[in-house]
């Protein structure tokens, strides 16, 4: 079958290069920086491909994401400095909690469309940073201490189940059915889709996912604060999405490297920093409006198995 | 008549704000029936639609398919039940594949739940090779197979109104409506649009309501006319009836002036 065939190709690179990476670790030829800089790149491939389960298949502009991190990163810390519970555990329950998170966030405010929808996620993603914030428990604004558990092996199996469920169900009737909403909810609803359930499903399932990344973001630092969760993170999230173009999952992954790149290598220059990086954006926007991959994928260009596609 | 009819609408209306955009609207549709529905512009006609799909909920009056009350319920409800609409203005879905539009319509019919689909359980393959082959059939009764992997957006302008027809198939309706079906189409396309519903009506044992403008087509092909104006039913029966009805001529080209064949 195609399909298979597809999955074989996918986990046989997926070995490649998580294998490589690893070797280069722990021969100690990558130092920690350059590791510490995967996993973060691997962090953030999640973060942007679960938001484009949302916003580039389902279509629903939502810009809280980094609310559902936040869920994630505090839970999983809890769980670990508190509870004691093992690594993996932490970071499950920390995606489990979010998608609730994205579920009780989800349920009223994917009524409204468009802008307002924007406004309700962004509003929700500030309750509850807010929230962590005045709870004494997890540290408040002095933050909460965490122990570097993060790894590239934690990273990569987590990376990999993320891209697979979320292909997994982009190419099925579920995930058709989410992007009939996108493209004209009317007929969507007409065809007899319950739009509303794949709404609430997708965005909890990328909430789960955002969880995820939000457990890992949270043991690869000694310290996680209210702060590194505002609205600023959503948009960074939100940038990956509509640089790789909208209903593209690669060019979610594409351009969550790219930038997690630009903007590392750009940590030497620290005065221009966000000049140059927001330069960066504005050139790609000009001249690739439709994002960098626009709705393809990238085994179009192979054109030998279509993978998750947003598009057609 | 005797058996209960398939579509029955009792008084039905709606009113926004001060606006009764349809009032006291009856109709029944028995199995097998092909009905038109006319009326000037701003009549009611897709106001009534609306109604009869549940994008509207009713102020009044009742809604029955087979004898089952489908007031108030969503739009994926009643298309579930049994209703499938086409639109005036197309909807497709556009970054679609031909294919996937049909696939779409089918979902529902289909069982294979989102934990098998993300495990690739067998249930899934099996699920979705079945809407591959039924959608595909849709296709080919079509002729639109020929476009199965372009965008649905890429199609001209009449394929485009097929493809509609075939996705509102593919949900598997008793009762289909068509709203306005040869739009903007040419005398040759009208005439094939034509044949295609007497043909698709017999084929799959249909129960088809339609509005149009086209009065070629509407007197064509109904067995029965109903006729709105002002949101208001003002006359129903067979086209030869309808064509010679005052009312009906009043509501399309005025009051009748006193000057006869001098």
């Known amino acids: ?312 | 008549m005797g058996k209960t009819p398939l579509l029955q609408v009792q008084a039905a209306g709606i009113q926004f704000g001060g606006l009764k955009a349809v009032s006291g609207f009856s109709m029944e549709i028995h199995q097998g029936e092909l009905v038109g529905l006319i009326g000037p512009n701003g009549a009611g006609k897709t106001t009534s639609f609306n109604l009869l799909t549940g994008v509207y909920v009713p102020t009044e009056g009742e809604i029955l398919l087979e004898g089952k009350r489908l007031n108030g319920l969503p739009p994926y409800k009643v298309t579930r039940l049994g209703i499938s609409r086409t639109f005036q203005n197309i909807r497709l879905f556009n970054e679609l594949s031909v294919l996937d539009n049909v696939k779409v319509a089918y979902h529902s019919l289909a069982k294979h739940s989102i934990i098998s689909s993300i495990l690739r359980l067998p249930s899934h393959f099996s699920g979705e090779k079945e809407m591959e082959e039924k959608s595909l059939e849709f296709l080919k009764i079509f002729q639109l197979d020929k476009f199965k992997d372009e965008k649905a957006k890429n199609l001209p302008y009449g394929q485009q109104r097929r493809l509609e027809i075939a996705r509102a198939l593919a949900a598997g309706p008793k009762l289909l409506l068509l709203d306005e079906p040869a739009a903007g189409m040419n005398p040759q396309e009208t005439h094939d649009l034509m044949e295609l519903i007497a043909f698709i009506r017999k084929q799959f044992n249909l129960t088809i309501l339609l509005i149009e403008h086209d009065m070629n087509l509407v007197m064509g092909i109904c067995e029965r006319i109903y006729v709105l104006d002002h949101g208001q039913l003002i006359a129903k029966g067979t086209p030869e009836e309808i064509r010679n009805h005052p009312k009906v001529i009043e509501a399309y080209l005025g009051e009748e002036v006193t000057i006869d064949h001098a």
């Open chain 1, 1 to 312: 079958m195609k399909k298979a065939k597809g999955f074989w190709l996918f986990l046989i690179v997926s070995i490649i290069v998580y294998g490589t990476v690893q070797f280069l670790i722990s021969a100690g030829i990558l130092n920690s920086f350059y590791s510490n800089t995967l996993i973060f790149i691997g962090i953030n491939i999640i973060l942007a491909v679960s938001l484009h389960l949302v916003i580039g298949i389902t279509g629903q502009f939502s810009i809280g994401h980094a609310g559902f991190l936040a869920v994630g990163a505090y839970i999983s810390a809890i769980f670990t400095m508190k509870l004691h519970l093992p690594f993996p555990v932490a970071i499950l329950v920390g995606g489990i909690v979010a998608a609730l998170a994205g579920l009780i966030v989800g349920i009223p405010s994917l009524r409204l469309k468009g802008d307002y929808l924007a406004i309700a996620t962004l509003g929700f993603a500030e309750i509850i940073r807010i929230v962590f914030l005045n709870i004494d428990y997890v540290g408040g604004a002095a933050g909460m201490q965490v122990s570097h558990l993060t790894t590239w092996t934690y990273t990569f199996v987590c990376l990999f189940i993320t891209i697979l469920v979320i292909m997994n169900f982009t190419n099925s009737r579920h995930g058709r059915a989410c992007i009939s909403v996108r493209e004209n909810e009317i007929a969507a609803d007409a065809m007899g889709i319950n739009t509303t359930f794949y709404k609430v499903i997708a965005f909890a399932l990328g909430s789960f996912f955002a969880g995820i990344a939000g457990g890992l973001y949270s043991h690869n630092f000694y310290i996680i604060l209210p702060t590194n969760f505002g609205f600023l993170k959503s948009f960074d999230i939100l940038i990956f999405v509509v640089l790789g173009g909208l209903g593209s999952l690669s060019g979610a992954v594409i351009s969550a490297i790219l930038l997690t790149l630009v903007s590392t290598f750009l940590q030497d220059y620290p005065e221009t920093r966000m000049i140059l990086y927001s330069l960066v954006l504005i050139i790609v926007m000009l001249y690739r409006p439709q994002g960098l991959m626009g709705t393809r994928e990238i085994t179009d260009f192979f054109g030998k198995w279509k993978s998750a596609k947003g598009g057609n």
